[in-house]
Protein backbone atom coordinates (compact mmCIF):
# COMPACT_ATOMS: atom_id res chain seq x y z
CA UNK A 1 0.00 0.00 0.00
CA UNK A 2 1.14 3.35 -0.75
CA UNK A 3 -0.42 5.29 2.32
CA UNK A 4 -2.84 6.26 0.57
CA UNK A 5 -6.87 5.38 0.24
CA UNK A 6 -7.68 2.81 -2.72
CA UNK A 7 -11.00 4.07 -4.19
CA UNK A 8 -12.81 1.09 -4.74
CA UNK A 9 -16.26 1.04 -6.89
CA UNK A 10 -19.27 1.39 -5.23
CA UNK A 11 -20.18 -1.22 -2.49
CA UNK A 12 -17.21 -2.43 -2.21
CA UNK A 13 -14.83 -1.84 0.90
CA UNK A 14 -12.47 1.26 0.93
CA UNK A 15 -8.73 0.12 2.73
CA UNK A 16 -5.95 2.31 3.30
CA UNK A 17 -2.78 1.24 4.97
CA UNK A 18 0.41 3.04 6.47
CA UNK A 19 3.67 2.26 8.11
CA UNK A 20 5.21 4.20 10.36
CA UNK A 21 8.84 3.34 11.23
CA UNK A 22 7.50 0.07 13.75
CA UNK A 23 3.96 0.29 13.53
CA UNK A 24 1.52 -1.41 11.02
CA UNK A 25 -1.69 0.31 10.52
CA UNK A 26 -4.62 -0.35 8.28
CA UNK A 27 -8.18 1.29 7.85
CA UNK A 28 -11.55 -0.39 5.95
CA UNK A 29 -14.45 0.92 6.02
CA UNK A 30 -17.44 -1.20 5.99
CA UNK A 31 -21.18 -1.67 4.90
CA UNK A 32 -23.30 -1.30 7.34
CA UNK A 33 -25.34 -4.50 7.03
CA UNK A 34 -25.51 -8.12 7.81
CA UNK A 35 -21.92 -9.01 5.95
CA UNK A 36 -20.10 -6.60 7.55
CA UNK A 37 -18.72 -8.47 10.84
CA UNK A 38 -17.73 -11.34 7.69
CA UNK A 39 -15.71 -9.01 5.51
CA UNK A 40 -14.16 -7.48 8.70
CA UNK A 41 -12.84 -10.83 9.65
CA UNK A 42 -12.02 -11.20 6.52
CA UNK A 43 -9.49 -8.09 6.19
CA UNK A 44 -8.25 -8.97 9.44
CA UNK A 45 -7.21 -12.35 8.77
CA UNK A 46 -5.54 -11.39 5.27
CA UNK A 47 -3.93 -8.31 7.09
CA UNK A 48 -2.25 -10.35 9.84
CA UNK A 49 -1.48 -12.63 7.94
CA UNK A 50 0.48 -10.60 5.60
CA UNK A 51 2.32 -8.89 9.25
CA UNK A 52 3.51 -12.34 9.86
CA UNK A 53 1.29 -13.07 12.68
CA UNK A 54 0.20 -17.07 13.06
CA UNK A 55 -3.38 -17.91 12.84
CA UNK A 56 -3.17 -19.43 16.27
CA UNK A 57 -2.20 -15.38 17.60
CA UNK A 58 -5.59 -14.08 16.10
CA UNK A 59 -8.60 -16.56 17.27
CA UNK A 60 -9.44 -13.89 19.82
CA UNK A 61 -8.62 -10.88 18.05
CA UNK A 62 -11.02 -12.40 15.17
CA UNK A 63 -13.57 -13.07 17.74
CA UNK A 64 -13.37 -9.81 18.91
CA UNK A 65 -13.59 -8.30 15.93
CA UNK A 66 -17.05 -10.03 14.99
CA UNK A 67 -18.41 -8.48 18.30
CA UNK A 68 -16.89 -4.88 18.04
CA UNK A 69 -18.42 -4.74 14.14
CA UNK A 70 -21.74 -6.22 14.99
CA UNK A 71 -22.32 -4.41 17.67
CA UNK A 72 -21.60 -1.43 15.43
CA UNK A 73 -23.83 -2.33 12.53
CA UNK A 74 -26.50 -2.47 15.24
CA UNK A 75 -26.31 -0.02 17.65
CA UNK A 76 -24.64 2.73 15.79
CA UNK A 77 -24.69 4.66 12.62
CA UNK A 78 -23.14 4.70 9.86
CA UNK A 79 -20.46 2.88 7.73
CA UNK A 80 -18.17 1.20 10.70
CA UNK A 81 -14.55 2.15 9.88
CA UNK A 82 -12.56 -0.98 10.82
CA UNK A 83 -8.71 0.06 12.06
CA UNK A 84 -5.63 -2.10 12.77
CA UNK A 85 -2.85 -1.16 14.50
CA UNK A 86 0.42 -3.13 15.33
CA UNK A 87 3.27 -1.62 17.28
CA UNK A 88 5.69 -4.26 18.35
CA UNK A 89 4.10 -7.05 20.66
CA UNK A 90 0.31 -4.90 20.84
CA UNK A 91 -2.40 -5.27 18.24
CA UNK A 92 -5.16 -2.37 18.63
CA UNK A 93 -8.39 -2.77 16.97
CA UNK A 94 -10.92 -0.10 16.75
CA UNK A 95 -14.21 -0.20 15.19
CA UNK A 96 -15.38 3.68 14.19
CA UNK A 97 -19.29 4.33 13.92
CA UNK A 98 -21.30 7.70 13.99
CA UNK A 99 -23.38 7.00 16.83
CA UNK A 100 -23.15 8.62 19.60
CA UNK A 101 -24.10 6.77 22.15
CA UNK A 102 -21.28 4.47 24.23
CA UNK A 103 -21.37 1.16 24.52
CA UNK A 104 -22.62 -0.65 27.65
CA UNK A 105 -21.85 -4.19 29.32
CA UNK A 106 -24.99 -4.86 29.95
CA UNK A 107 -25.63 -7.65 32.89
CA UNK A 108 -26.86 -10.93 30.79
CA UNK A 109 -30.12 -12.90 31.33
CA UNK A 110 -28.73 -16.47 31.05
CA UNK A 111 -32.16 -17.27 29.02
CA UNK A 112 -31.13 -14.49 26.41
CA UNK A 113 -29.58 -15.20 23.20
CA UNK A 114 -28.15 -11.70 23.30
CA UNK A 115 -26.39 -9.43 25.19
CA UNK A 116 -22.90 -10.79 25.57
CA UNK A 117 -20.61 -8.82 22.96
CA UNK A 118 -18.80 -6.87 25.35
CA UNK A 119 -18.40 -9.29 27.83
CA UNK A 120 -17.00 -11.53 25.41
CA UNK A 121 -14.79 -8.60 23.66
CA UNK A 122 -13.71 -8.00 27.89
CA UNK A 123 -12.60 -12.19 28.07
CA UNK A 124 -10.54 -12.09 24.81
CA UNK A 125 -8.89 -9.20 24.88
CA UNK A 126 -6.34 -7.75 27.18
CA UNK A 127 -7.92 -4.73 27.44
CA UNK A 128 -10.61 -2.45 25.85
CA UNK A 129 -12.46 0.62 26.21
CA UNK A 130 -13.87 3.37 23.92
CA UNK A 131 -13.64 7.22 23.15
CA UNK A 132 -16.54 9.83 21.75
CA UNK A 133 -16.45 13.48 20.06
CA UNK A 134 -20.22 13.44 20.37
CA UNK A 135 -20.80 12.45 16.94
CA UNK A 136 -19.45 9.38 17.40
CA UNK A 137 -17.29 6.95 18.99
CA UNK A 138 -14.57 4.08 18.98
CA UNK A 139 -14.58 0.97 20.47
CA UNK A 140 -11.46 -0.43 20.85
CA UNK A 141 -9.81 -3.72 22.34
CA UNK A 142 -5.68 -4.37 22.76
CA UNK A 143 -4.31 -7.76 22.55
CA UNK A 144 -0.41 -8.60 23.02
CA UNK A 145 0.27 -10.74 20.05
CA UNK A 146 4.02 -11.43 20.58
CA UNK A 147 6.08 -10.03 17.63
CA UNK A 148 5.59 -11.03 13.76
CA UNK A 149 7.05 -13.92 12.06
CA UNK A 150 8.06 -12.00 9.32
CA UNK A 151 9.16 -8.42 8.38
CA UNK A 152 6.36 -7.49 5.84
CA UNK A 153 6.96 -5.93 2.36
CA UNK A 154 6.04 -2.53 2.45
CA UNK A 155 5.24 -3.12 -1.50
CA UNK A 156 3.06 -5.96 -0.43
CA UNK A 157 0.27 -4.61 1.91
Known amino acids: MN ?4 RATEGTPRVSGRLS ?3 RRRTIRLGADPHAAGEARAFVRSTLASWGLREAQTG ?3 L ?9 VQHGAGHP ?3 LRLDGGR ?3 RVRDDGPRSPEQRKHDLRSARGRGLLIVGSVADDWGHSSDGASKWVW ?3 TVGAPERAED ?4
Do not use: I, W
Not at 64 to 72: C, D, G, I, P, Q
Open 81 to 83: RLQ
Open 141 to 143: AAF
Open 3 to 6: GRDS
Open 60 to 62: DVL
Open 64 to 72: AVSELVSNA
Open 21 to 23: GST
Open 91 to 93: LEV
Open 154 to 157: ESAS
